[in-house]
């Protein structure tokens, strides 16, 4: 049984607006937002036969069956409004007012009590299994079983049809599910900053992510988190801090992983309790009808279906790292549970943007190079066979499926380097991947010290002379590198001459290389004037992280177009970072 031929499609930007949005009726008011609820996972899949009737369920226990726990969320103390995502609000047609009504914003500061009755009064939190670089664990499982692993601070409290598209929307800082593992819940003011902005960066870059709704802070609610002391180069962190807490709504076709698929094959294979093997079908069926009905034929044999997903899940998830790689985005942790089903970038925690450029940029302390920057084509190929792992289990009577879906896994390695091969040869403006050519050029960029946006951006300029570049060097070559870097432009430049159309070759490298790109050092001003209640620097990051290909003004330019200045080497909380958040 053969597979689908694999994509040759140039990784690049897709940035054009979304047409398929009727902007006409804007959705003022929660009772409104409340006429789209359609609930097809609760009404789909199964609750956990121990779970309560009313949501009351937040201290820790082992969740033995079921596909979800009905959880209400703990609302912050005293929630203040910090933002929102105006993209975001005119792409679901909600109107700018909505952010600031009563009901919205007890709703999304945790509060589900007295809501619009078409509303549950409840959320859910899921289970989901661990795999690190594609070994599985139970480790991390306070109950050593894997059965406490999942949502610890994560509760889904929406899910809603708008214009044929279908979101779930999630709050992230909650409090306490049963898989907390004796943790509080919350999330605080630093990192709910961070990921609010990154995620609507990344879309912004046009890389598949999950966006973000809104974040609303505590203004007395407190949690102590490690962190480090003030100009701290230190790896770890030094100090206990108290943090104020946030709410944060992120927001998806789905929020099914590759984890959740993952603890459903354990459970099948391992005949755990007589309705494994039928939740792990359900779950499959479900992320298939949610993330790929337009791709997979629901008519066909199940058994095909589930080759066909893979098919279709290889395809986003090659794209997809592809795409961290073309912006310099590292995701620090990527494990399976932190892969999204639906391909799209998922869970930002301990992530970075590689500034200066490193093969093995790892900004998370505790990710390790299996989780590098260059790394993550090989980190994504380990969490595919997980996937397909748990997939064979429903295959075990189909032996040519099986077959098949053992190919399919095979082939990630050549796919994925397709992708990677594809993207390189857009950034750098040719018509046709060169290795010698990309390996060179990697090569000087690591000896000289380069800033991987700003080099390409400047690049997408089709420079004539190596000068050109120099506002990408942290250090100024030598004779002998200068000389190489010579050479190297040379044979980019003749390579450039066959390549078509000059003009149109720089407008697309500009389209493929942002001009913007994360700095940390820049982000970081803007969480401590939160923790003040100032939140001018974030709408102000919201506008310029919004626009990462296009000019834009003078003032701007000149304080984030430039490279990280040296104080911000090696500090703590700034080139690296604990994943406590």
């Given at each position: ?180 593992r004796g943790a509080d819940g919350r999330a ?116 095909k279906q589930v080759v066909d997903l893979a ?271």
């Amino acid at each position: 049984m053969a597979t689908n031929t694999h994509s040759k499609k140039t990784p690049s930007a897709d940035i054009s607006p979304d047409t398929s949005v009727d902007t006409s009726v804007k959705i003022k008011t929660m009772h409104e937002l409340a006429q789209h609820v359609d609930y097809s996972l609760l009404n789909t899949l199964t609750a956990d036969p121990q779970a309560t009737e009313d949501g009351n369920d937040h201290k820790p226990r082992q969740v033995f069956s079921g596909h979800y726990v009905p959880v209400t969320p703990t609302p912050i103390a005293d929630p203040l409004y910090v933002a929102h995502s105006q993209a975001f609000f005119d792409e679901l047609g909600f109107d700018e007012s909505l952010a600031l009504e009563h009901d919205f914003k007890r709703l999304f500061s945790g509060d589900m009590s007295n809501i619009d009755s078409n509303i549950h009064p409840y959320g859910w939190a899921t289970g989901y299994a661990l795999s690190i670089y594609g070994t599985e664990y139970t480790q991390q499982c306070p109950f050593q079983t894997g059965n406490g692993y999942g949502d610890g601070r994560a509760l889904s409290v929406l899910e809603v049809e708008i214009n044929s598209k279908r979101w779930e929307m999630q709050l992230k800082g909650a409090g306490r599910t049963p898989y907390c593992r004796g943790a509080d819940g919350r999330a605080v003011l630093r990192s709910s900053v961070r990921e609010f902005l990154a995620q609507e960066h990344m879309h912004a870059l046009g890389v598949p992510t999950s966006r973000s709704l809104s974040l609303f802070m505590s203004q007395s609610e407190t949690v102590d988190r490690p962190w480090y002391l003030e100009g701290s180069d230190s790896q770890d962190p030094e100090v206990m801090v108290p943090n104020l807490v946030a709410i944060s709504t992120r927001v998806a076709p789905s929020f099914l992983r590759v984890g959740q698929v993952e603890l459903f094959g354990r459970r099948a294979r391992r005949h755990e309790h007589p309705n494994a093997l039928n939740e792990l079908k359900a779950i499959v069926a479900h992320l298939i009808e949610r993330e790929y009905k337009e791709d997979i034929d629901t008519t066909l044999p199940f058994e095909k279906q589930v080759v066909d997903l893979a098919i279709a899940f290889r395809e986003r998830l090659t794209t997809l790292v592809s795409h961290w790689v073309r912006v310099g985005y590292c995701q620090g942790n990527f494990n399976s549970d932190n892969c999204a089903g639906g391909g799209y970038t998922l869970d930002y925690g301990p992530f970075g943007f590689c500034e200066m450029f490193d093969p093995v940029y790892q900004p998370w302390t505790g990710g390790g190079r299996h989780f590098s920057f260059l790394n993550q084509p090989i980190a994504a190929h380990k969490n595919f066979e997980m996937l397909c792992s748990a997939l064979a289990v429903l295959l075990e009577d189909a032996e040519d499926e099986a077959n098949a879906l053992s190919l399919v896994s095979d082939e990630f390695p050549e796919v994925m380097e397709s992708k990677m091969q594809g993207m390189w040869a857009a950034k750098l403006g040719l018509n046709r991947y060169d290795h010698t050519l990309l390996v060179e050029l990697l090569q000087l960029m690591v000896r000289t010290g380069v800033d991987y946006t700003i080099f390409f951006r400047e690049l997408s300029s089709l420079p004539k002379d190596i000068s050109a570049l120099s506002p990408s060097f942290y250090n100024a070559p030598k004779e002998l590198l200068l000389s190489q870097w010579k050479a190297w432009l040379g044979a980019w430049q003749k390579q450039i001459e066959n390549s078509g159309d000059k003009e149109s070759i720089a407008a697309q490298m500009r389209r493929t290389n942002p001009k913007y790109t994360w700095r940390e050092w820049l982000v970081v001003p803007a969480y401590k004037l939160a923790e003040t209640g100032d939140f001018t620097r974030i709408h102000y990051l919201q506008d310029i992280l919004g626009k990462p290909y296009e000019e834009q003004t003078q003032g701007i330019e000149q304080e984030f177009y430039q490279r990280r200045p040296l104080e911000f080497f090696g500090a703590g909380g700034v080139s690296h970072y604990s994943c406590s958040s």
